[in-house]
């Protein structure tokens, strides 16, 4: 079964300033994707990035980019020149590759103040 | 596109009533699946179906019923409604396999009194 944990309930940013938030994951498949998905207070779900676990190279969009650590099973979100915009709560997400399931497992969340 | 869509946003129920959160879409997904959201929780998994006529339980199935007649839809029956059931749903539909993320409805807020 997968699990995902999220560490930091709570994490809070100056504006401008770089954060990053953690994720440690466990699954017993090689081949899987994992997801940082950002929910503000309109409470909808928005992809912020996604990353395959074959592919070595850290994904990047635009102001987020992620450290993929296979080997530690860890997957952090890097936020840069943090923004009012980017207060919301963020979730770590793991989905095996394939398969009959493609279940979708949640982290508890961390949520992320900025302060201007 | 509509893509996801719940209905109702908001609902109040009492103990021991039924009712049915709808959620349709419309993007040809095979893979849909039913979301539940507690505070310090994440969101929890509930049912989930691989296509239509499939169906199959998640993390926390209890009080829940699903049903998938047709691809677009993906309807939650709660039969007893409890106040243990009191949190936010959301459904999420994809394709059975890549990377594509999840697409969410917009979640209903359900209060069981």
């Known amino acids: 079964a997968q699990t995902v944990t999220q560490s930091q309930p709570e994490m809070s940013v100056q504006e401008a300033e770089t954060v990053t938030l953690s994720c440690t994951y466990d699954?017993?498949?090689?081949?899987?994707?994992l997801f940082w998905y950002k929910q503000p207070p309109s409470r909808q779900m928005i992809l912020v990035i996604r990353?395959?676990?074959?592919?070595?190279q850290n994904a990047t969009e635009n102001r987020f980019s992620v450290n993929f650590q296979k080997a530690a099973k860890s997957f952090s979100l890097k936020i840069s020149d943090s923004q009012l915009g980017d207060a919301a709560m963020y979730f770590c997400?793991?989905?095996?590759?394939?398969?009959?399931?493609?279940?979708?497992?949640f982290g508890t969340g961390t949520l992320l103040a900025v302060q201007p | 596109n509509a893509g996801v869509t719940q209905t109702p946003k908001f609902q109040v129920l009492k103990t021991g009533q039924s009712m049915t959160l709808q959620c349709a879409q419309d993007?040809?997904?095979?893979?849909m699946s039913w979301y539940r959201q507690d505070p310090g929780m994440g969101l929890r998994l509930i049912h989930y179906?691989?296509?239509?006529?499939?169906?199959d339980q998640g993390e926390v199935p209890n009080g829940y019923n699903v049903s998938r007649s047709t691809t677009e839809d993906f309807p939650l029956r709660l039969l007893s409604a409890a106040p243990s059931q009191t949190s936010v749903y959301f459904c999420?539909?994809?394709?059975?396999?890549?990377?594509?993320?999840?697409?969410f409805g917009s979640g209903t807020r359900l209060t069981v009194v």
């Open positions: 999420a539909s994809s394709r059975p396999v890549g990377n594509g993320g999840y697409t």
């Open positions: 997400a793991c989905k095996n590759y394939g398969g009959a399931t493609n279940k979708l497992i």
């Open positions: 993007m040809n997904h095979e893979y």
């Open positions: 990353q395959e676990a074959y592919k070595q």
């Open positions: 699954t017993s498949e090689s081949d899987y994707y």
């Open positions: 179906s691989v296509g239509a006529g499939i169906t």
